[in-house]
């Protein structure tokens, strides 16, 4: 496996890579690997890439400054060791010196159709600064897929409209959920959750099973109640239509349920898609 962080040499390779005519992929991530992500080597190993790069980057922009970036979990070493034992071809561990320069201007910004709500909500800037850096680590690595989790559902939706919109000409690939044996959404950030968080926390997943096709507005209170009564401060619950983020009044296939929640001071998210 080859191991990049400067940011010309992985363009460099990449390009050779392409020219050789390698069917490239790209698994960005903010490292913490765990299953969730090795899902997303396997899933571009199934989908016949010759080279998987797998990015490794805290981006400091889609942080906001009362966010977790400086305690974000960061552990080169093990993430090496996992992407090899995975069967990623490359990884790229680029510092925030090397991806913006000091006087970076030029951002990528959703108009705010689908990053106005939700999480974009919650957390301005936020999905500026995703776009801006899966922009950027598209150009250098000039992928023919990118596969992203389903965890991350506004932002899958958003990278798809930008590859779209933008013609990056890049195959976005969403891959499902992964839950520990609980049924707890594999995150890096679990790793923040006491004992007895982690047990709060499965009411996430717990409500999300308990939801049925049909009218929406009993389900989010009786959803809303449940998250709380197991001592998490809900931050939305919302059933959306997916490819719009537009909300709808009944769960039915082609919607989205999905939940933010603070466990303590740890924010977990979940979705599920009918
Ligand atoms: O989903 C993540 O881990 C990040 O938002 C991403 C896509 C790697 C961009 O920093």
Redesign the pocket.
């Known amino acids: 496996m080859k191991t990049f962080s400067d940011p010309q040499k992985l363009q460099k390779w990449s390009e050779a890579r392409r020219l050789a005519g390698a069917r490239i992929a790209l698994v960005?991530?903010?490292g913490a690997l765990h299953e969730g992500h090795l899902s997303l080597i396997a899933a571009a190993k199934r989908r016949g890439a010759d080279e998987i790069v797998v990015?490794v980057?805290v981006?400091p922009t889609?942080f906001g400054p009362k966010e977790d970036y400086a305690q974000y979990p960061r552990d080169h070493r093990a993430d090496a060791a996992k992407c090899r034992r995975a069967g990623a071809t490359a990884i790229f561990f680029p510092t925030p010196a090397n991806m913006y320069a000091p006087d970076h201007s030029v951002w990528v910004v959703e108009d705010g159709a689908l990053s106005d709500c939700l999480c974009g909500a919650r957390r301005p800037g936020h999905f500026r600064?995703?776009c801006t850096?899966?922009a950027k680590l598209f150009n250098l690595v000039r992928p023919h897929l990118a596969v992203?989790?389903q965890k991350?559902f506004q932002?899958a939706t958003i990278?798809r409209r930008m590859v779209r919109d933008l013609n990056f000409g890049i195959d976005i690939v969403v891959a499902p959920i992964v839950r520990e044996p609980s049924g707890l959404a594999r995150s890096s950030r679990n790793a923040y959750l006491s004992d007895a968080e982690r047990a709060n926390a499965l009411a996430l997943s717990q409500s999300l099973a308990a939801l049925k096709p049909g009218s929406w507005a009993a389900q989010k209170r009786r959803t809303e109640r449940y998250l709380a009564a197991h001592g998490l401060k809900v931050d939305y619950v919302e059933a959306v239509d997916a490819e719009t983020l537009a909300p709808v009044k009944s769960v039915r296939k082609g919607v989205a349920v999905l939940l933010a929640a603070f466990d303590g001071k740890t924010r977990l998210i979940d979705n599920r898609l009918f």
């Open positions: 960005p991530t903010m990015s980057f981006n889609q600064g995703v850096v899966v992203f989790g991350d932002q990278i």
